[in-house]
């Protein structure tokens, strides 16, 4: 059986924008672990993540796995909170709507 290495160095392009975003979202783990008095060590014990990843993902460092994200997120029991992404698509209704219109988007009526 053959392992494949994955390429030292490669890693998602992240904007500044959306690293804003990742930074945010860190800054909120990490705001509540401190509600809950959870210490780095007790998240890492229980998610199996290292102590530097668990600083990472409190960072909101983009080279973390969304699942390293998610793992975290089950043990302080806001996973569920992921499953709120997109779950109203504004945009997305829209151009449905102007499909099911026959229009054709940017079109004025």
Known sequence: MI????EKGR????????RRLLEQLGENIKLACKRRGYTQVLISERTGLS???????EKGDPSVSIGHYLAVLSVLGLAGDVAKVA?????GHK???IKLMGRKPGASS
């Open 11 to 18: 890693s998602a392009v992240v904007f500044p924008k959306n």
């Open 51 to 57: 102590r530097l990843t668990i600083r990472k993902i």
């Open 3 to 6: 392992i494949k290495k994955q």
């Open 95 to 97: 151009l449905q709507d």
């Open 87 to 91: 779950l109203d698509d504004e945009l």
